[in-house]
């Protein structure tokens, strides 16, 4: 197999042969057809997350086939296509998995940070939290599903019945989730970074009643607004956007440090939460979902040997929707 590989921290990913590695018992091994590239991977090759370890095999967006089973793994076929997502496994003892909160499992493996992941061209996954993906949709279309619309679905879920609802960074992430907000029907407030008329555009053509800069006052109070972009500072600028009693939901992994801010502008029972990782119902739930309502990604294809270059666009903001790497 080939990968793209974390040698150290902070330098590019590497192209390296690797041996073929064969299932354990419970294990799948997945021939990968296509991996999303999501913000996570840039924190991981940055090393701003608590648990850095290298050498490492970045992504955790990973559609394929399997091709190769380990004992006891019921359910999957050969052959069969599946999503293997960031949650990799989880011990399913610890107090968090037994209140079925297994996202915050106290043992858990991630795919791409701390289990090898889906830059590359097969991938051993835990059977039990792959996802079958049936054979409607392409490869390269689904998977920015399995975290961008996952950790998307559940920072949704978090905003109860909001019906004014802001997003901060129109990405990966943001576009899909305007979808779904849509389709439920929720009136969606795009924010983007200053001066992307491009990116304002884009969120107008997929329903958003609004769109503007991250440092713009909505027109209208929202109910809840979603962080994804990874600036503390849209923190307080979204308390300010939401009404009394509403609720700011911070979705991604890292954020730089959050600005002080003045005691009335979280008065009133407004609410600040983050989302942490996903549980397996997630994927059920917005998967099943995600197919009922026909959800059209927009992804920008590389090559997987260009996986640095995928990182840098990404960063940069430099495509619209998300990036796909195809081996
Ligand atoms: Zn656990
Ligand atoms: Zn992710």
Redesign the pocket.
Known sequence: MHAMVLRRLKTPLEWMELPDRQPAPGQIRVKISACGV???DLHVVDGELAEPRVPIVPG??IVGRIDALGTGVEGLAIGARVGVP?LGQTCGVCRYCRMERENLCDSPLFTGYTRDGGYATAAIADARFAFPLGERGSDVSLAPLL??GL?GWRSLVMTGEAERLGLYGFGAAAHILAQVARWQGRSVFAFTRRGDTAGQSFALSLGASWAGSSDDEPPEPLDAAIIFAPLGELVPRALRAVRKGGRVVCAGIHMTDIPTLPYRWLWEEREIRSVANLTRQDGIDFLGLAAQIGIETRTTSYPLEQANEALADLKAGRFEGAAVLVP
Do not use: F, K, L, Y
């Open positions: 999501c913000r996570t955790h967006e960031w975290c961008a950790i």
